[in-house]
């Protein structure tokens, strides 16, 4: 069974208390009623699904209730750090700078 770090509550524990919410780091357009319909789908539906490490939105739906994110590694499913919302990622994924 998988397990999850809260970075909020500090507390190890088991992924059932835990949903993934998508893509992390996603910034929301800063005027949404001047994007296109096309830029307004880009934001909402379309994803990097990445073979490899990947940063991904996660809420302690049954502890904390709080949002944080995980860099995993989608081939072998790790994961490989959690840290809360504004911070940045130890670990970076393909094509983040070095």
């Known amino acids: 069974m998988l397990q999850l770090f ?14 993934v919410k998508g893509e ?8 949404p009623d ?3 319909d096309e830029e307004w789908g880009e934001y909402l539906f379309f994803r990097k699904n990445p073979r490899g490490l990947h940063h991904e939105l996660w ?3 049954a502890g904390s209730r709080k949002y944080f994110n995980a860099t995993r590694d ?3 499913y790790q994961i490989h750090e959690t840290y809360k919302i504004g911070e940045q990622p130890k670990a970076l994924a393909e094509g983040e700078g070095a």
């Open 6 to 19: 809260c970075p909020h509550s500090n507390e190890l524990r088991s992924e059932e208390e835990f949903h």
């Open 24 to 31: 992390a780091h996603l910034p929301r357009p800063l005027d």
């Open 74 to 76: 989608t081939v072998t």
């Open 34 to 36: 001047a994007c296109t």
């Open 59 to 61: 809420v302690h739906s």
